[in-house]
């Protein structure tokens, strides 16, 4: 442990928390009714979508009987009246999801959830594309429904073509490992070549490419419908891995094709495809095989198909753009890391009508936008800030829309800026409110989600000025609100910084219970601490936290070197060097809260899962009797049993590095874990798959070190809902109070 001189040199002063006793009204918050229907964040709609002509805004929302289960409503901007278009529980027949379905949705982060998960609008604006139980319909602005016919059983990735819309056009999906297209009122045809080999995919994302690139689309239609950009992939080279999937009622066993780290990769190709599958085409990726299908993107006038080609080591980023009646490509401009660092990849661009490119990079050290035209970059955003998202552009008035933390780290604004004179950025959002946005193609309309410590999400429409001009949902707290009961017990969040060991500053968030003077209290030190992450914001938080709070903890959180929006020098310095900078950060932490009055020392409990559950590991190993006791759930334990995109993204790849990995790893330390340690882990997981927690078993157990574990059969890399949620923090709280990290009496 450093000692305390040391650590007075690396601390910032904060305020003290005041004890202050519970309001006598206040009704504390439980863990059962945080994962209890209604939501306590409130009505938050998800996939909020304005319709092409910009006339109707679209939300799925959740019922108020099933908090993960959403129907599709619309809002006639003319009118200013809500209708009901898709009753999730009036269509469909509850068909039990394909495998193929269910992991594609945990990819997407949205395997928990019941209903309409998605839908698309057609390009007349006249009726959306709805899929439901395995099923395609077609919902009018009427509250009517039309089954598209054909479709048959798990069809992924439905897409409905740009040129047209209700009255023709084409709809694609992908069944049975190939591509299907037909017009509307028609049935689909396949497109793509029937293969023997079970190893090829048509018109479907490769796993690494769901899993870590954020792409689940593995075909892109032309603009004028004219032509379809399709993937292939070939799984053979795949090593196959055997991934149990053991439920309360047995083990079910699949035969995955998984790219671990240091292993081939599916061997990928782009084909452009006429709608009639009469004329195929490959595209051109350049002599090497192994390399990533980033991004794929038509131009505005359908004659370039450009592809974002990324190499194996992740350290080069090639535009190419192609000719689609020859398949010939060649790179418009390359992107290169910087000596140590990684390409990260990012949805922040907009190829505009006079064929620039607005462009996002990290080139200068920080993320920020760029104008490519000519063959000339132009900077349009600078400084020791990063710009998160490219909102819209607005060619006509010739402004950008983005959002970026350059006036506070732990929110992001909403700004514009005029491209002509982009040194004048305008703010459009309000201080003190962490923002996201979309915009309409035309940049007229903005869609604005806002929240705070103390607002759960709002969501807007507003000109291209920020100026509001109607709630999708206000989510007021009034009494009315789910949370309104507990209220009165909520506690402030508090932020601050302290410094690193090399003088970075670090940023933390603190949420204190009712303390009485002269007490000290417990701590829940929650942590991710991962590559591509934030979780220190000022905005809105699960309500866990308050429950958490309402039991007598004091809940801690910091982001580590290594996490987001920080900038490159930030972000990698974990690169090659997993479990050590991310770790001494979070003990700073520790020895930070150590100083405070009202902190009891001895009770400090650490918390983190999948990447967190693999810091809680190291955490233990690296400082014992620093932490009281730790909980890791989902660890990833062994580096070589992830997937090759994420892993050699930051560690490189094993066969020429093995002595990162085995460093890395929170396998060949195990035994230097005194503390005591719950592993929880779903026994499903096919993301930190259940390997990593039975090698960590094996590792303790032939060590002698004792420790306590909480299986939850059937359950992926999310292990929630309303009876099991409250089930594992019942099992989290049971453990601490065994080891005597209980509040003050």
Do not use: C
Not at 30 to 44: D, E, K, Y
Not at 206 to 225: I, L, N, S
Not at 651 to 657: E, I, N, S
């Amino acid at each position: 442990m450093r000692n305390l001189a040391l650590l007075a040199a690396l601390i910032v002063a904060q305020p003290a928390l005041a004890a202050e006793p519970l309001p006598v009204s206040a009704t504390p918050l439980t863990i059962a009714r945080v994962f209890a229907s209604p939501s306590l964040n409130g009505p938050v709609p998800r996939g909020v979508k304005l319709s092409p002509d910009g006339k109707w805004l679209t939300v799925l929302r959740s019922r108020a009987d099933d908090r993960e289960r959403y129907d599709l409503w619309g809002y006639d901007r003319a009118s200013g009246q809500w209708t009901m278009l898709v009753d999730s529980t009036a269509l469909g027949g509850g068909r039990a999801l394909s495998e193929a379905e269910k992991m594609q949705r945990e990819r997407q982060r949205i395997g928990d959830l019941k209903g309409i998960v998605s839908y698309s609008w057609a390009a007349d604006s006249k009726a959306l594309m709805v899929p439901l139980d395995g099923a395609l319909y077609l919902a009018g602005l009427d509250g009517k429904t039309t089954q598209i016919e054909g479709v048959g059983d798990g069809a992924l990735n439905p897409t409905l073509s740009p040129a047209t819309g209700h009255g023709g056009g084409y709809v694609s999906f992908v069944r049975d490992r190939r591509l299907w297209v037909g017009a509307l009122g028609a049935t689909p045809q396949p497109v793509t070549p029937e293969e023997s080999a079970a190893t090829v995919h048509w018109g479907e994302a490769e796993f690494v490419a769901q899993e870590e690139m954020a792409r689940f689309t593995g075909h892109w239609w032309a603009p004028d419908d004219s032509h379809v950009a399709v993937e292939r992939f070939d799984e053979a080279p795949v090593g196959v891995v055997t991934r149990a999937a053991i439920g309360a009622d047995g083990t079910k066993t699949f035969d995955q094709r998984y790219p671990a780290a240091g292993t081939p990769n599916a061997v990928v190709s782009l084909w452009v495809v006429t709608p009639d599958g009469k004329s195929r085409v490959q595209v051109d990726l350049g002599p090497d095989p192994d390399i990533y299908l980033a991004r794929v993107d038509w131009a505005r006038d359908g004659k370039t198909l450009y592809v974002q080609r990324e190499n194996r080591a992740q350290t080069r980023l090639d535009m190419l753009a192609v000719d689609p009646k020859t398949g010939k490509a060649q790179v418009l401009f390359t992107e290169s890391a910087a000596p140590n660092t990684w390409i990260n990849l990012s949805d922040g661009y907009r190829f505009l009508k006079d064929g620039s490119l607005i462009w996002w990079s990290e080139r200068d050290g920080h993320g920020h936008l760029w104008r490519f035209a000519k063959g000339r970059w132009n900077q349009l955003t600078k400084g020791p800030w990063v710009v998160s998202a490219l909102v819209g552009v607005d060619e006509k008035a010739g402004k950008a829309y983005f959002t970026a933390n350059r006036d506070d780290p732990l929110a992001m604004q909403l700004y514009a800026l005029d491209l002509a004179h982009p040194a004048a950025i305008k703010l459009l959002g309000e201080p003190g409110f962490d923002h996201s946005a979309t915009m309409d193609k035309a940049g007229q309309t903005l869609l604005v989600t806002r929240s705070s410590s103390t607002q759960p999400p709002q969501v807007y429409v507003a000109d291209a000025a920020g100026q509001r001009l109607a709630w999708v949902e206000e989510n007021r707290l009034d009494t009315a609100h789910p949370l309104a009961p507990y209220l009165a017990s909520q506690r402030p969040a508090q932020f601050g910084t302290i410094k690193a060991a090399d003088g970075t500053t670090l940023h933390w968030k603190m949420i204190a219970p009712a303390m009485e003077p002269g007490k000290r209290y417990p701590v829940l030190f929650s942590h991710y601490g991962g590559p591509h992450s934030q979780v220190v914001t000022r905005g809105w938080a699960s309500p866990l936290e308050q429950a958490i709070v309402a039991k007598g903890f004091i809940w801690f959180e910091i982001d580590n070197r290594g996490s987001a929006n920080r900038g490159v020098a930030y972000e990698s310095q974990i690169r090659h060097a997993m479990g050590t900078v991310e770790v001494a950060d979070q003990l700073a932490g520790a020895n930070y809260l150590k100083t405070l009055p009202f902190v009891d020392p001895a009770k400090i409990a650490i918390y983190g899962w999948s990447y967190g559950g693999y810091m809680t590991l190291k955490m233990l190993q690296a400082n014992q009797g620093v932490y009281a006791a730790g909980i890791a759930g989902a660890p990833v334990t062994k580096w070589g049993l992830y997937d090759t995109h994420y892993t050699e993204r930051y560690l490189g790849d094993p066969r020429a590095v093995p002595e990162v990995y085995a460093k890395s790893d929170a396998l060949g330390d195990a035994a230097k874990i005194t503390d005591p340690l719950l592993l929880v882990h779903g026994m499903s997981d096919d993301n930190v798959v259940f390997d990593n927690s039975t090698a960590l078993v094996a590792k303790l157990q032939a060590n002698e070190v004792p420790f306590e574990m909480m299986l939850y059969p059937g359950y992926t890399h999310r292990v929630g809902g309303p009876k099991i949620g409250p089930h594992l923090w019942d099992t989290i709280f049971a453990f601490l109070a065994r080891h005597g990290v209980t509040p003050p009496k």
